[in-house]
């Protein structure tokens, strides 16, 4: 079995949903459900015997230990954090506590059960922590990527908080030798994911008629890749990665995000006119720009393709138009999200061993 932290939110439930998909091995999902935990995002397990869901926070060593002593997984994708930048900007207590507090409480988890194994079941355990090109810090335009070897320079609460769990991680295969994977990805779009981050909020923005907010002048540049493929990367650094190595995660896609939100409208436009005739892009509106916002992210992510042989399947416009048919096709998925619905979804659907 294999434990996944975070597997009720975006990346964590595409993450569940495609190893379920390709292999036996079951999955406990171990996720708190915040307000960015969705169990409907793993409707279509619900009745798999091969998953299984606690609701646990991740700063609860305790019930770690009761998970550890039950399931005795093999491997710890750890993808459970606080994920949004300006929600960190107006509350970081919460990223501190789960990014630094939870991780450690993983990490600490994690060495007392390793501790236990020995032979094969010891040589063979991974801890596989899910981290974000954040942490890096922000580009000039002529800067090259980030490499597995840039400085961190964290910038936001958000950032700062993941560099620290990288830090930690880093400091338990160091010092205790505890067999960890460490993974620095660029910005994620696809299915299921929550509707305050770019990509959906703009999809849904313009399908309920309003505005599109683009952050200062829309220049700031990300490195976009589909969520599918960031999971294909997850799996092949599990399976073959060196341990205490970190792999850079990206899309070699970098898009600024006025571009990003025009190249959504079209497709909108295509694939749902308006009634009224007119572009999505009418709907663009330019607000204030977000406190200390970094300027551009890009990945260098060729150490993944020279040594594990990993490159993205889909291209900005496969992945993009793929998206945005999701989200048509969902619509009740959003409404739910939107409307709060989805948090009652556990008492309603869903059996749970917390
Ligand atoms: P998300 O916010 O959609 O999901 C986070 C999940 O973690 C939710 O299900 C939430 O309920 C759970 N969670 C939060 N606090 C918890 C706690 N204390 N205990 C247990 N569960 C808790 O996030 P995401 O976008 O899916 O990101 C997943 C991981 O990938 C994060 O570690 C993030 O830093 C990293 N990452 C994200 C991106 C991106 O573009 N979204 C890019 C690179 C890396
Ligand atoms: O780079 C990886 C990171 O990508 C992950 O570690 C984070 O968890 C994830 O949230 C994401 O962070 P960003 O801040 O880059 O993503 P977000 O979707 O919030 O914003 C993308 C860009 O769009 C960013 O430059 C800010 C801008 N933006 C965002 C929102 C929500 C807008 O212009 N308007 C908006 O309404």
């Known amino acids: 079995m294999i434990f996944v932290t975070g597997g009720a939110g975006f990346i964590g439930a595409n993450f569940v ?14 996720d708190k459900l915040t307000y960015a935990g969705n169990l409907a995002n793993l409707a279509d397990i619900e009745h798999d015997r091969r998953h299984h869901f606690a609701k646990v926070d991740i700063c609860d060593r305790a019930a770690l230990d009761r998970l550890y002593a039950e399931h005795r997984p093999r491997a710890v994708l750890h993808f459970a954090a606080e994920s949004h930048v300006d929600r960190s900007i107006h509350g970081p207590g919460d990223f501190v506590q789960t990014n630094i507090v939870g991780t ?9 059960y390793w501790g236990t194994l ?9 801890f596989l922590h899910v981290s974000t090109d954040e ?37 338990y295969h160091h010092t205790y030798g505890l067999p960890v994977l460490t993974t620095n990805c660029s910005n994620n779009y696809g299915p299921y994911q929550f509707p305050e981050k770019l990509i959906p909020l703009v999809i849904a923005n313009a399908l309920a008629g309003q505005p599109l907010p683009i ?8 490195d976009w890749l589909y969520v599918g493929d960031h999971c294909s990367a997850i799996r092949e650094v599990l399976a073959r990665g060196v341990t205490g190595e970190v792999y850079n995660v990206g899309g070699w896609n970098e898009q600024n995000n006025l571009s990003v939100v025009k190249h959504l409208c079209a497709l909108l436009d295509e694939l749902s006119p308006r009634a009224d005739g007119k572009s999505y892009g009418d709907q663009i509106t330019f607000v204030t720009d977000r406190p200390g916002h970094d300027r551009r992210y890009a990945i260098d992510a060729r150490k993944l393709e020279r040594e594990l042989g990993w490159r993205p399947a889909e291209t900005f416009e496969t992945g993009m138009r793929k998206t945005v ?21 556990i008492e309603t659907h869903y059996r749970t061993n917390d």
């Not at 450690?104 to 007392?112: C, G, H, K, Y």
């Not at 020995?118 to 991974?126: I, K, P, Q, Y």
């Not at 810090?137 to 620290?164: I, M, Q, V, W």
């Open 135 to 171: 942490v890096y810090g922000s580009l000039s335009p002529s800067d090259p990527a980030f490499t597995e070897t840039t400085p961190y320079a964290p910038n936001s609460p958000y950032s700062a908080s993941k560099a620290g769990s990288d830090h930690l991680v880093r400091a």
């Open 104 to 112: 450690f409480t993983m990490l600490e988890a994690a060495r007392a």
């Open 325 to 345: 048919q999701w989200y048509l096709a969902n619509g009740e998925w959003v409404r739910q999200v939107q409307s709060g619905e989805y948090q009652r979804w």
């Open 215 to 222: 952050y200062g002048d829309g220049s700031n540049v990300r």
């Open 118 to 126: 020995d032979g094969e079941a010891r040589d063979a355990f991974r």
């Open 17 to 30: 949903l495609d190893w379920l998909a390709q292999h036996d091995e079951p999955v406990l999902t171990i």
